[in-house]
């Protein structure tokens, strides 16, 4: 069984920075893009970047260009979220993903269109 496991979340002031982390079990995604969604109370879940096997292309959403980093680590099996200059409209669950489909696609895709999820870490950012 194959699992992403998030950590990072929690609660913060306008302004602050979080960095979340998802570990992956196993090294099946080593080749796989991989990002992530978040998912605010009421609303769907929205993409929020994305990042190409070899770690060099990463995708935004408009919402967090400039402000939001992702990374990942191939040889710990492990993507980041690096979020800066946090606003509270960024207050989501926010969940790990995985798929094979090109990181470029992965701003239309749905909740069903990725194979891979995490279980989601809790942002809060207080006004």
């Known amino acids: 069984q194959v699992q992403l496991v998030e950590s990072g979340g929690g609660l913060v002031q306008a302004g602050d920075s979080l960095r979340l982390s998802c570990a992956a079990s196993?090294?099946?995604?080593?080749?796989?893009?991989r990002g992530w969604f978040r998912q605010a109370p009421g609303k769907e879940r929205e993409f929020v970047a994305a990042?190409?096997?070899?770690?060099?292309?990463?995708y935004y959403a408009d919402s967090v260009k400039g402000r939001f980093a992702i990374s990942r680590d191939n040889a710990k099996n492990t993507v980041y979220l690096q979020m800066n200059s946090l606003k509270p409209e960024d207050t989501a669950v926010y969940y790990c993903?995985?798929?094979?489909?090109?990181?470029?696609?992965?701003?239309?895709?749905?909740?069903?269109?990725?194979?891979?999820w995490g279980q989601g870490t809790q942002v809060t950012v207080s006004s």
């Open positions: 196993r090294r099946t995604f080593g080749t796989y893009t």
């Open positions: 990042i190409t096997g070899s770690g060099v292309t990463t």
């Open positions: 993903a995985a798929d094979n489909q090109p990181g470029s696609s992965w701003f239309r895709l749905g909740i069903n269109d990725i194979r891979y």
